[in-house]
């Protein structure tokens, strides 16, 4: 399987505040990994350096063989970022978002317009797509959220605790569209505090404390969600967090 996600001796500090320390890590194409840890592990650190948003103190990071601080624009291309935050226009409709977002990204008109109506579909907007986003409910944000971070088809897709604060129906729509999402086209990175839901839908799992990585194994290697749960326990609570 191919790399599409390499970090070598990862390290970032907030001024003398050590929050990674020496992260060696290779997400390989089709992955669906989960990062758990406790608050403050350093979990949203790792993703934000991992998707471009900071840069690490040392070492560094390459997404589909391209270094993330030598050509950052090329990377920004191929990954989406999923988080609590919508990153809406509220003045602008739902279509209007898509595709202010999809022209920003580059995508041609046809493409485009097709792309956005099949966003809309699987997010059940559809109806909505004329009406401003200052007039739609916190839920309809949050899937309208999910349809833009996809607008480009990125090969890599970071999530970050995404299911914080979602309401069921867009919770369920997101694991629709999760489930719908081909693997191979879409390599996944969750930050999340769901064990459970952590066992059935990934394929490695990731134990972040301290700032180091303590644990990464496949999910095939464990037997269930009650053993990964005992796992984490075992793992988080002989370190104190950074
Ligand atoms: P997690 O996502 O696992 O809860 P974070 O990556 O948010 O952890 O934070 C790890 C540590 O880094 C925490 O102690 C947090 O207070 C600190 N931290 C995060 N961002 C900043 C920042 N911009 N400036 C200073 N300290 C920060």
Known sequence: MDSIL???????SYGNFPVLNDIDLDIKKGEFVAILGPNGAGKTTLVKIMSTLSSPSEGSVEISGHNVADDSASVRSMIGVISH????YNDLTAEENLRFFGK???????DLENRIDELLEQVELIGRADDRVSTFSRGMKQRLSIARSLIHEPQLLFLDEPYTGLDQHASLTFDKVLEELDPQDTTRVMVTHDITNTFKICSRVLILNGGRIVFDSPMSDIGSAEELK???LS???????V
Not at 6 to 12: A, F, P, Q, R
Not at 85 to 88: A, D, N, R, S, V
């Open 6 to 12: 390499s970090l070598s001796n990862v390290s970032k």
């Open 85 to 88: 935050e919508t990153h809406l």
């Open 104 to 110: 920003m990204y580059g995508i041609g008109s046809d």
């Open 230 to 232: 005992e796992i984490y």
């Open 235 to 241: 793992k988080v609570s002989n370190h104190i967090s």
